[in-house]
């Protein structure tokens, strides 16, 4: 199997240029949902996982992905779902925190189901003393909290 570097290298940046539709400053690379893209004489292999298991979104980005593939000239593309290790917030890049600050999300501060319950910081003020309003904010993988320092509404991103 021959391996072709500079291929290779314009793949990813085509790849990763989709931005997350859910959060459109935030390209995948960013996110950190981009894993992987290699090209063979066969095609592109692009190994992608996704944030939140039940998140619609994925599909949108698959499609984006091939779509932009095929913009830089890249046909037979593959797209897989990488589900293990599971995605974590750990993976989201300094530039994408301070993109989803900017942004008005909170990015989120820790990963498990445990430290979730814990406070969720106020990306308006950055008080933790917020709670949530709807589990379900703008789309299924935001849930909608309320600031209680300042009053506003923010959106938050649900980790698993
Ligand atoms: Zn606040």
Excluded: N, Q
């Amino acid at each position: 199997m021959v391996t072709h570097h500079a291929d290779a290298a314009r793949a990813w940046s085509a790849a990763a240029a989709v931005v997350d539709p859910e959060v459109p400053v935030l390209s995948i690379d960013d996110l950190g949902v981009l894993r992987e893209v290699t090209v063979t004489d066969d095609g592109v292999e692009v190994v992608i996982t996704p944030t939140y298991s039940g998140c619609p979104a994925m599909d949108a980005i698959r499609e984006d992905v091939v779509r932009a593939l095929a913009a830089a000239g890249f046909g037979d593309v593959r797209v897989r779902l990488e589900l293990s290790p599971a995605w974590t917030t750990d993976w989201i890049s300094a530039k994408g925190r301070t993109a989803l600050k900017e942004f008005g999300i909170a990015p989120p501060s820790a990963t498990g189901p445990v430290s979730l319950r814990l406070s969720v910081k106020c990306p308006h003020c950055g008080s933790l003393d917020t709670r949530e309003v709807a589990h379900f904010g703008s789309t299924s993988c935001k849930a909608l909290f309320v600031c209680r320092g300042c009053g506003e509404p923010f959106d938050h991103f649900k980790a698993i």
